[in-house]
């Protein structure tokens, strides 16, 4: 299992923690190394591997899907899912995304959605930016109702 970070400081937490964790890490983002990123990830997708993306990110704006995912999954004849998750209390902070924290004793709920079904390629980024983001806004959506953040 991989997962892309950024090269970024603020990347830094997350990636020791994925690292002590036991996963492999991918450092770059669309903006510096983008090119080694995807070289990375052919590498990893053609020895059967698993890789975690943070696909709205680093810099928003929020549930939108940074084009590239979707194109790259069709190449290697790999499965896109959703993680998604939302917690009965937390604490939000004043970031670009309004990252939550789950506060202690509260329900946290996480949902794997199924792998996301094509049924044609996207003809454009654009295609292929609100198709992953609907695919990923939906699971979210409900993982937020069933924690009651929304109705």
Known sequence: MHA??????????????????GYGLIRGSTRKGGKAV??????????AGIIAVT???????PR????????VALKYDVQIITIT???TKYWQ???WDRFMVPKPFGKIQVIVSPPLEFSEKPETAE??????????????????RITGKID
Not at 55 to 61: E, Q
Not at 127 to 144: G, W
């Open 55 to 61: 696909n709205d990110g680093p810099k928003g704006p």
């Open 4 to 21: 892309i970070a950024s090269r970024h400081t603020d990347a830094e937490i997350m990636a020791r923690i994925l690292r002590r964790w």
């Open 93 to 95: 902070m004043k970031s």
């Open 127 to 144: 295609e292929e930016v609100k198709l992953l983001s609907d695919y990923m806004n939906r699971y979210q959506d409900e993982v937020d």
């Open 38 to 47: 995807v070289k990375k990830m052919a590498e990893v997708f053609k020895n």
């Open 64 to 71: 939108i899907a940074k084009a590239g995912s979707t194109g």
């Open 85 to 87: 998750g939302s917690a």
